[in-house]
Antibody, heavy 113, light 112 residues
Framework: QVQLVESGGGLVKPGGSLRLSCAAS????????MSWIRQAPGKGLEWVSY????????YYADSVRGRFTISRDNARNSLYLQMNSLRAEDTAVYFC??????WGQGTLVSVSS | DIVMTQSPDSLAVSLGERATINCKSS????????????LAWYQQKPGQPPKLLIY???TRDSGVPDRFSGSGSGTDFTLTISSLQADDVAVYYC????????FGQGTKLEIK
């Protein structure tokens, strides 16, 4: 079955950087668009970024545009999110998602001094 | 950006009774070229990722019990649980995927 495993979360100071990864298995990774979606503690879901199957089409939420960069490596079945200039309001669990159905368990990013 | 607004924010329903959650989009999510509404419903339980229940506004995902149904078109959508079970206690989200993604704010469903 499809498995998505996120990694790279942690505690970082405001203004710092983190790189999240999402390793996929159980599907033809290169055939699917992917997204990052986040959920602040006790809050709802917020879409962060989308990348097409070949990486040529990319979208970002206004809240992260210019600070976050999504990318993928189809040879490694992996999705990435480079997060720079992090702010306290970026604190959340970050999920990767393939299509609509498949979600990872999430990785927690905490931005605090 | 398309804004999704759910109502109510929370809902308490007796076991075996019907639960209804509404979702309204700020613009139509119906795509006439394929006659589909780009609207999904998710269920999320504490500590878990969301689970897809419904896509194309009314298509149940594989393995989803038939007590869950979705309806609506254009800008107004409804998720109905026909006979509430204890396992249905969760937060429910609608999502449009017509133009990037946006989610509703969520509806917390509890047992009365």
């Amino acid at each position: 079955q499809v498995q998505l495993v996120e990694s790279g979360g942690g505690l970082v100071k405001p203004g710092g950087s983190l790189r999240l990864s999402c390793a996929a298995s159980g599907l033809t990774f290169s055939a699917y668009y992917m997204s990052w979606i986040r959920q602040a503690p006790g809050k709802g879901l917020e879409w962060v970024s989308y990348i097409s199957s070949n990486g040529t089409t990319i979208y970002y939420a206004d809240s992260v545009r210019g600070r976050f960069t999504i990318s993928r490596d189809n040879a490694r079945n992996s999705l990435y999110l480079q997060m720079n200039s992090l702010r306290a309001e970026d604190t959340a669990v970050y999920f990767c998602q393939i299509g609509l159905r498949n979600w990872g368990q999430g990785t927690l990013v905490s931005v605090s001094s | 950006d398309i804004v999704m607004t759910q109502s109510p924010d929370s809902l308490a329903v007796s076991l075996g009774e019907r639960a209804t959650i509404n979702c309204k989009s700020s613009q139509s999510v119906f795509y006439s070229s394929n006659n589909q509404n780009y609207l999904a419903w998710y269920q999320q339980k504490p500590g878990q990722p969301p689970k897809l229940l419904i896509y194309w506004a009314s298509t149940r995902d594989s393995g989803v019990p038939d007590r869950f149904s979705g309806s609506g078109s254009g800008t107004d959508f409804t998720l109905t649980i026909s006979s509430l079970q204890a396992d249905d206690v969760a937060v429910y989200y609608c999502q449009q995927y017509y133009s990037t993604y946006t989610f509703g704010q969520g509806t917390k469903l509890e047992i009365k």
